[in-house]
């Protein structure tokens, strides 16, 4: 593949054209496109939009477990045999205690996750109060993640001051049914619309290596570009025994990073997240995934832990970028330094597994 291949990628996405279906696949299978020239292409798209920040965000699984749905990928769905602690919803001091440990820690955003089906209207407003209350404490943004949402319960949301709505489309219309039963493929759309009618910017990306063909990818990436997504967190499927879903499906780290490229190309202006994931899958090549994503989370993923804070922090420093933070990437590394292997542990307070746990003897 030519110089004028990259080039032409990287023109295309820079002006805001959409790529056609069968480039958006040849990036992701051809073995002639070449990793490094993609990466390249997406980076030059990235540093356009983004610069050299990368956003951090922290994960607050507030409450966990004890959920009806039946997303075989979930270590917390109903039909899921992973023995993870159950428990409510976590009490508003320590709800607000976590905010600042996330603040402190360098995070643009926090992120609150919630388990089950979707709020009731009591459980939403006391969502809200938490909002109201982060929002007026911290300088940090906020995103929620509760399930399914129609109009009213969003209004109350943005209401309060909600930046963001997470709600992960995880994979295509047609592949849907293959992963879950008990709500649709359609439940999951008119939550975000409901956000989006609403004001609140909308968080909804996708779990590679469930058995998806790669144009499935294509057309999630080419849904959330229609639906003009601002965030998109891009997992990549965790293997957890006990799970319906085990094992990853053809998730080598050149293919991850084909992955996030190809999202980056089609939705330039959006926040690309590298979510769960990326420790296990990109293993060595894991800071290359930095030039087409712009953010990450930091410590962990609900019920798996991730790569210590400072090793993370190193990362970044080491790869020329800047953390996005009132504190420097520096005085962050120097604090993490100064503290213990996972100072954060708000992700990971639930955690079963830690990402090398997952890995399979050799």
Known sequence: MDSAFYDSLASSALQGEELSDAVCEQVLVDPEVDVLSLLNAAYAVRKAHWGNQVTVHILNNA??????????????????????????????????????????????????????RGPSKTRTAELASLVSEIKATYPLEVCVSAGLLDDDKA???????????????????????????????????????????????????????MGEPASDLVEIAKTLRELEAESIP????????????????????????????????????????????????????????????????????LNAKGASSNRTYQMIQDAGFEITSDFGTEQLLASAERGTEHPVEIAGKSAVKTIDDLRPAR
């Open 63 to 116: 409450a966990n477990g004890n959920c009806p749905e039946d997303c075989s990928y979930c270590t917390q769905a109903k039909t899921s045999d992973v023995d993870i602690e159950d428990y409510p919803m976590k009490s508003r001091e320590e709800v607000l205690d976590e905010a600042k440990l996330a603040y402190e820690n360098g995070a643009f955003r926090y992120c609150m996750v919630f388990s089950g």
């Open 155 to 209: 209004a109350v949301l943005a209401d309060a001051g909600l930046d963001r709505l997470n709600h992960n489309l995880n994979t295509s219309e047609e592949h849907y049914a293959e992963i879950c039963t008990t709500h649709t493929y359609e439940d999951r759309l008119n939550t975000l619309r409901a956000a989006k009618r609403n004001g609140i910017e909308m968080c909804s990306g996708l779990i590679a290596g």
């Open 234 to 301: 891009v997992n990549f499927l965790l293997p957890f025994e006990g799970n319906e879903l085990v094992t990853p499906q053809g998730l080598s780290p050149q293919y991850c990073l084909r992955v996030l490229s190809m999202f980056r190309l089609t939705n330039p202006t959006a926040e690309i997240r590298i979510a769960a994931g990326r420790e296990f899958h990109l293993r060595s090549m894991e800071v290359m995934a930095l030039y087409p994503a712009n953010s990450l989370f930091l410590d962990g993923y």
